[in-house]
Every structure is written in structure tokens, then in C-alpha cells.
């Protein structure tokens, strides 16, 4: 795997941003859009290692720090399918914090991954989402408005990241994010699925 600088970021859910958007839209025009299918795998007891699968590939990326109201996170493992046994017990299920099941096979293909180790698994979850991202670049900042479908629950979210983390907190100040709480996908989408108390 190419080696991955960890990012500072600062990202917000809400259903609308309002005046948010406009200004990124103002500020920048989109350099890229994406659409994508991904499937996120969730356990009550993990709240530091991202995992999801997205074009066949397993992504994980584990949380490192928050400084100053920010959140770095680090590339932990990506591999692509068919994804060895002996990965999955010492590499993924670790991030899960959960038990391993037997493992039958040598290897195993996101259908068989999917089916026969995480659907039958009594302390994991599945999210199943739908990604419409807008990318645009703001001081040197990627920034980034989402349209999301979280198993069909329909949100958005708006995200400033950099490895320069003073660019970072200059472009959420300027895009007028200071009022938003930074939440990351995991905690999002286990508010979404109840898994986790909404803020008060």
C-alpha cells in the first residue's frame, strides 16, 4: 500500500449546511465528484478503527488523536478481495474488539466475508451506505460536501481536512463551522443506527 500522510479533520453531519455550502461553492469550484457504494462494519466496543469496504476492497483507518478540536486519523490496513484467513483474524477482527469466529476457509471473498463471518455475528452491525461527494480545495485544504444514505436514511456532511493542521482550523473559521460538532463516520453512523445516544 502506497503510504498515506495522516490528515487532520474536521467533519460535520446535519441535513442542510445552508450558508456552509455556499461559501465552499463560492470559495472554490469542484475539482471532483465520486459516487460510491460502501459497506461499514460497526461493534459497540470500537470506537477508534474505521472499517468499511468500498470497490471490493477492505479500508481501515484507525483514530490516532484530537488536538484542538480536531481529529487525525492514519491508514491502518487496505487489501482487496479475496482477503487471507489469517488476515482477518489478526488484522480485522482485532479492529472490531471482538471475538474471532472459526474461520473455515483459507480465504475468503467480500460475499463470503459478508455472509458467513459478519451477518451471523451476534456483536456486529452493517451500515450500508450510498456516497454523492463534491471535492473542492480551500487554502490548501480539501474540502468536501457529501450527500449520504445510511441503510436509506438521508443526511449530508461537510469536511475540511489537511495534514496542516492550522489550515485546517483557518478554513473551518472561514466556512463558519465553528457552531457544528466534529463527529466522524463511525459515530455518525452509530447514532443513525441507534447504536450510539444522540447529543443532548
Known amino acids: 500500500m502506497k503510504e498515506i500522510a495522516p490528515r487532520f479533520e474536521f467533519r460535520a453531519f446535519a441535513q442542510n449546511f445552508g450558508i456552509v455550502e455556499e461559501k465552499i461553492k463560492i470559495l472554490s469550484e469542484v475539482q471532483r465528484f465520486r459516487e460510491s457504494s460502501e459497506i461499514y462494519i460497526l461493534s459497540a466496543g470500537n470506537?477508534?478503527?474505521?472499517t468499511k469496504i468500498r470497490y471490493n476492497t477492505m479500508d481501515i483507518k484507525v483514530f490516532v488523536k484530537e488536538e484542538k478540536g480536531l481529529q487525525l486519523w492514519a491508514p491502518r490496513m487496505k487489501g482487496e478481495f479475496p482477503i487471507?484467513?489469517?488476515t482477518i483474524r489478526n488484522t480485522v477482527f482485532p479492529?472490531?474488539?471482538?471475538?474471532?469466529?472459526?474461520?473455515?476457509?483459507?480465504?475468503?471473498?467480500?460475499?463470503?466475508?459478508?455472509?458467513?463471518?459478519?451477518?451471523?455475528h451476534p456483536e456486529l452491525a452493517v451500515a450500508h451506505i450510498f456516497k454523492r461527494r463534491f471535492g473542492y480545495i480551500i487554502d490548501n485544504c480539501i474540502a468536501e460536501i457529501a450527500e449520504l444514505l445510511i441503510n436509506s436514511a438521508a443526511i449530508k456532511t461537510v469536511a475540511v481536512e489537511s495534514t496542516d493542521m492550522a489550515a485546517v482550523l483557518k478554513t473551518k473559521e472561514t466556512l463558519g463551522l465553528?457552531?457544528?460538532e466534529n463527529i466522524n463516520y463511525l459515530l455518525a453512523i452509530k447514532r443513525i443506527l441507534g447504536m450510539a445516544p444522540l447529543p443532548l
Open 84 to 86: 487471507k484467513a489469517e
Open 47 to 50: 470506537n477508534e478503527n474505521n
Open 95 to 120: 479492529a472490531f474488539g471482538v471475538d474471532v469466529p472459526v474461520l473455515n476457509r483459507t480465504d475468503y471473498t467480500q460475499k463470503q466475508y459478508l455472509e458467513e463471518i459478519i451477518a451471523p
Open 178 to 180: 465553528q457552531e457544528y
